[in-house]
T-cell receptor
Framework: DAKTTQPTSMDCAEGRAANLPCNHS???????VYWYRQIHSQGPQYIIH???NNETNEMASLIITEDRKSSTLILPHATLRDTAVYYC???????????FGTGTRLQVFP | DAGVIQSPRHEVTEMGQEVTLRCKPI?????LFWYRQTMMRGLELLIY????????DSGMPEDRFSAKMPNASFSTLKIQPSEPRDSAVYFC????????????FGSGTRLTVV
């Protein structure tokens, strides 16, 4: 699986957009980008995933660069409840394993 | 849907004792995963099953660890004998057609071995 690099921590003001970057420069053509988050003491929660097109759902948007070497998770209006560790994971299509890295600790402040 | 159910939520045991963690996946899901989380090593995949069959147990740390899935609605992770370094939060997750869908995680079992 391709390795991902994320900043260790980020801050965001409540109500503002949170933009979380992820580098995956060794990604292959059939590898998907997944995002999960883990709120303190809870199990990780699926947010969104994509292959090469930008994706949006009720939780977030995922922007993948044209060369697919990096992506950004966007929380359009961050709330205090979005404070969590966010994991960017690259997974080969049609395989079953998700290997978590160290993630980005996002702190949303009032 | 009650989600993935793990029991117990907390377990404190003495070194050398056998520990059994339990997981009930979401009905209809055909994949089940066991993860372990510690501050030092983060989230580690231990083993996963597809249609009750173990597919990859390369993450199981030692022979002291074993996992079973006797049917589609139940799985166990057993540690025998337990050691203090096994202290961690153990998560179970399930998914359907894992290749394109996200996992649903349980709330975890916090294991403390003293």
């Amino acid at each position: 699986d391709a390795k991902t690099t994320q900043p260790t921590s980020m801050d965001c003001a409540e109500g503002r957009a949170a933009n979380l970057p992820c580098n995956h420069s060794t990604i292959s053509g059939n590898e998907y980008v997944y995002w999960y988050r883990q709120i303190h003491s809870q199990g990780p929660q699926y947010i969104i995933h994509g292959l090469k097109n930008n994706e949006t759902n009720e939780m977030a948007s995922l922007i993948i660069t044209e060369d697919r070497k990096s992506s950004t998770l966007i929380l359009p209006h961050a709330t205090l409840r979005d404070t969590a560790v966010y994991y960017c994971i690259v997974r080969v299509a049609n395989t079953d394993k998700l290997i978590f890295g160290t993630g980005t600790r996002l702190q949303v402040f009032p | 849907d009650a989600g993935v159910i793990q029991s117990p939520r907390h377990e404190v045991t003495e070194m050398g004792q056998e520990v059994t963690l339990r997981c009930k996946p979401i009905s209809g899901h055909d994949y089940l995963f066991w993860y372990r989380q510690t501050m030092m090593r983060g989230l580690e995949l231990l083993i996963y099953f597809n249609n009750n069959v173990p597919i990859d147990d390369s993450g199981m740390p030692e022979d002291r660890f074993s996992a079973k899935m006797p049917n589609a609605s139940f799985s166990t992770l057993k540690i025998q004998p337990s050691e203090p370094r096994d202290s961690a939060v153990y998560f179970c997750a399930s998914s359907w057609r894992a290749s394109n869908y996200g996992y649903t995680f349980g709330s975890g079992t916090r294991l403390t071995v003293v």
